[in-house]
Structure formats: structure tokens, C-alpha cells
């Protein structure tokens, strides 16, 4: 099992930026692809990014290419989600996620796959 712990969280008002972060423990990070999701009120969860366990491999939702990028260190056991010029569309619950695979390049981006789940953190975007 993977404990996974999200911060970075806040208020922006449209075009500001925030840099969410996830610390995991509990297993060797290296050997787990990791995503992150968001659930706005009233909504499914959805994939945001996903990124390999090589790094070298990422997924993006449409609506947030060229404005987010996932990253990891696994040196550190973390993975990153900045985001920039924001909108109001992107306030939602972010979540990150883990999924143990042999697969280093497998981008992981079904909510279902995943086995662990932090326990979010809330982005506000004002207009």
C-alpha cells in the first residue's frame, strides 16, 4: 500500500498559477505510476495527468494541455502537478494517485486502475 499525501492547494483568481505536490511512502516510488485526478461538486472524477514510472511517459486531459505539466522526482518520492494560467473550470478537489505496475512506460489513466488514493486538495479559481 501507498500512503499519499497532496498540499499546494489554494485561492488563485483566472490566470494565476499553483504547484500541487504529492509526497508518497510505503513503497518503492519508483516502481509506481502515478496521476493526478479532480472532482469538481456534483461531478465524476476525472484523470487531470498521468505520468509513467520512468517519468517519460505522460497523459493530459485536452482541456489542460499547454497550461499543466506533471513531473517526479524519484529521488524524493513525489510527483508535482504545476498548473498555470488557470480558469475558473479548473476549481475542483485534486487528488493524486498510485498504481503499482512492472511497466515503466505504461501511463496509467482510468480511475479504476488505481489502487491508492491521497486525500486531496481543494483549488479555487476566481474570475
Known amino acids: 500500500q501507498v500512503q499519499l499525501v497532496e498540499s499546494g492547494g489554494g485561492s488563485v483568481q483566472a490566470g494565476g498559477s499553483l504547484r500541487l505536490s504529492c509526497a508518497a511512502s510505503?513503497?518503492?516510488?519508483?516502481?509506481?505510476?502515478m496521476g493526478w485526478f479532480r472532482q469538481a461538486p456534483g461531478k465524476e472524477r476525472t484523470i487531470v495527468a498521468a505520468?509513467?514510472?520512468?517519468?517519460?511517459?505522460?497523459y493530459y486531459l485536452d482541456s489542460v494541455k499547454g497550461r499543466f505539466s506533471i513531473s517526479r522526482d524519484n529521488a524524493k518520492n513525489a510527483v508535482y502537478l504545476q498548473m498555470t494560467d488557470l480558469k475558473p473550470e479548473d476549481t475542483a478537489v485534486y487528488y493524486c494517485a498510485a498504481r503499482r505496475t512492472t511497466n515503466t512506460i505504461m501511463v496509467v489513466t482510468r480511475t479504476f486502475d488505481y489502487s491508492d488514493w491521497g486525500q486531496g486538495t481543494q483549488v479555487t479559481v476566481s474570475s
Open positions: 505520468i509513467a514510472r520512468n517519468g517519460k511517459g505522460t
Open positions: 510505503g513503497r518503492t516510488f519508483s516502481t509506481i505510476a
